[in-house]
């Protein structure tokens, strides 16, 4: 590859103007390590040599840079979920959407703006499935001169929550891909990457969190499973939600959480118990899908009281919801409300002028000779309003921002190209098979969007994680079978919704959100399943420059990796 004068002239204005600016620096080298879990050992791709990965620490409304070099095997790119990155998707990370993947050898310098953000969020890996080891704890703390809405917890501690399997995930991933089928479970859960005392040869290394009776601490709790939404709980300890996806919520209080991959819950838990001694918390498996295989098992950590003279007998387990409890896992999202007091206002958009309904499928295509694992011989594929997403070979940002024709079309349908009773027991064959493209669906800058995702039952009805770069937006929404425009919207909490950037669209059912789109660029949205987003369930958003200059997309670094 040759490097020009100007591109090396332009690397070192960069790197000037970074220390100029003061901005804090860190140093991600990605390299494999090998590790040891369920009695065998394997490499894995980590950041730093560390599972999980070191967690960033901020205050809200800094920028920071992360310099990632690539010293493994494979192509990675780096996105910081739920960063909002405002006018610089340069850095957000999705490989052919706003970047193409850091090569073996190379390098990139992510510049990092948090704008208002105040709580959890994580990074992770967005190329193939390397997620599943490459992700870490982001900590945003409130702007020095303010404080939580909440007494300050004597302690806070990120809980991540994560899979793991025995063989190779790259390995994984190919077979994957190969066999048109659904992809191998995993062979266990994690809590802060260590699968926990129910698993063998793993008890000695079980996560402990030491506390003190009468204290209270605020867990931060990071759902980084690569293919399943989570029940977790405490053994007689309920737990109070404040906040979820870096935004503060009313206090609610609950026995246990259902947390889907890409969510993030900010909980306080008072060290109460009478009866000093060691308690499990855990985390098993919500899998709503029918003749769809899950990992039946149980991760779980220790709480343990320091008053404790004693080695304790065993933990007691917490009372988990039943693995397909969709009522436990809607009832639970749906009661989240956001905080709404004078210092985190809600601002809901209300008049709307781009009213959207994407639908969310499972799908089939066609396999040669009918020699697929899917249903009947076919490939497994998935699809957002009958569109199953592919990727180019370039990134669409950079195509979109130079002009560049032939990478993407513009005509990602508003609506349902396709009208069924979408959550109906028995559907036609026909409706299985999606259209294949990439395709885009432009918005107007400062536009108000209403986004309605309709789940539907093809193949395999289930709950789905959807998740927008560059934007938090307010559930104001949800139910069971179809949305219905004329009725639905009554119901809708234009109070206090919760403002996330991942909302679970429940099983056979509907969830509809509300946002400004005032961060110009190419943002990518997708089910967080990681094995539906590689099947295509996927779209991406152009939100087009507004009329003044700080409403229009920043320009890129010149450090770009190259395709």
């Known amino acids: 590859m040759k490097i020009s004068v100007l591109q090396i002239l332009g690397l070192l204005i960069l790197d000037g103007l970074l220390h100029c600016q003061g901005l804090a620096r860190h140093t991600f080298v990605v390299k494999e390590v090998p590790y040891t879990r369920l009695c065998s050992t394997k490499n894995i791709l980590t950041v730093n040599g560390q599972f999980p990965g070191p967690t960033l620490h901020v205050k809200r409304g800094d920028t920071i840079v992360v310099e990632v070099l690539n010293k493994g095997n494979h192509n990675v790119t780096i996105h910081w979920h739920g960063v909002k990155q405002p006018r610089y998707p340069w850095s957000d990370g999705p490989e052919y959407i706003t970047q193409c993947p850091i090569q073996p050898g190379q390098k990139f310098k992510q510049k990092i703006i948090f704008s208002t953000e105040e709580g959890t969020l994580w990074w992770h890996a967005h190329s193939d499935w390397s997620r599943a080891t490459v992700h870490g704890a982001i900590i945003i703390h409130p702007k020095k001169g303010t404080s939580y809405p909440f007494p300050k917890p004597h302690a806070e501690v ?6 793991w399997w025995k063989k190779d995930i790259f390995e994984i991933y190919d077979e994957f891909l190969e066999s048109g089928g659904d992809p ?11 699968p926990g005392d129910l698993y063998p040869c793993s008890k000695s290394e079980t996560f402990k ?41 009313k206090p609610l209080k609950t026995d246990y959480i259902a947390i889907s991959p890409g969510q993030t819950f900010d909980v306080l838990l008072e060290a109460n118990q009478a009866l000093l001694g060691d308690y499990y918390m855990a985390a098993r498996v919500y899998s709503s899908a029918n003749r769809v295989a899950y990992d039946n098992t149980t991760t779980t950590a220790i709480l343990h009281y320091n008053q404790t003279h004693t080695p304790s007998s065993t933990p007691q387990l917490p009372t988990l919801p039943s693995y397909n409890d969709t009522n436990a896992s809607a009832n639970f999202t749906g009661s989240l409300r956001s905080l709404a007091d004078d210092n985190h206002p809600v601002d ?25 694992e899917g249903p009947n011989g076919s490939r497994l594929s998935a699809s957002l309003n009958n569109i199953s997403f592919e990727l180019p070979s370039i990134d669409i940002l950079k195509a979109y921002y130079n002009h560049i024709s032939g990478v993407y079309g ?19 064959l026909v409706l299985e098979t999606p259209k294949r493209g990439t395709e885009v669906k432009v918005i107007e800058y ?12 093809l193949v395999a009805g289930t709950d789905h994680p959807m998740h927008i770069h560059g934007y938090s937006f307010y559930v104001v929404g949800w139910g069971f079978g179809n949305f219905d425009k004329d009725k639905d919207p009554f119901g809708y909490n ?39 987003l590689s099947w295509g369930m996927v779209m991406t958003f152009i939100v087009k420059n507004g009329y003044q200059p700080e409403a229009q997309l920043l320009p890129p670094p010149p450090d770009m990796p190259p395709c």
């Not at 990120?158 to 899979?163: M, T, V, W, Y």
């Not at 400062?446 to 039952?457: D, I, Y």
């Open 494 to 532: 234009l109070v206090d919704p919760p403002l996330q950037n991942t909302i679970a669209v429940p099983k056979n059912g509907w969830a509809a959100i509300r946002f400004k789109a005032d961060n110009p660029g190419v943002w990518f949205m997708h089910c967080h399943l990681e094995r539906h």
């Open 209 to 249: 969190l030491m506390v003190d009776y009468g204290k209270t601490y605020l867990l931060r709790i990071i759902n980084a499973a690569v293919q399943d939404i989570l029940f977790f709980a405490i053994a007689k300890h309920n737990i109070t939600v404040v906040g979820t996806d870096a935004s503060y919520t």
């Open 158 to 163: 990120p809980i991540i929550l994560g899979e």
């Open 184 to 194: 191998n479970i995993s062979d266990a859960y994690t809590i802060n990457g260590q």
């Open 410 to 428: 513009d005509k990602f349908p508003s609506v349902p190209p396709l009208k069924f009773n979408f959550t109906a027991d028995d559907l036609p």
């Open 348 to 372: 809901v958009p209300s008049n709307i002028s781009t009213p959207l309904m994407f639908t969310v499928s499972v799908n089939t295509r066609a396999c040669n000779n009918n020699s697929c």
């Open 446 to 457: 400062n536009s108000t969007v209403e986004l309605v995702l309709q789940g539907t039952n």
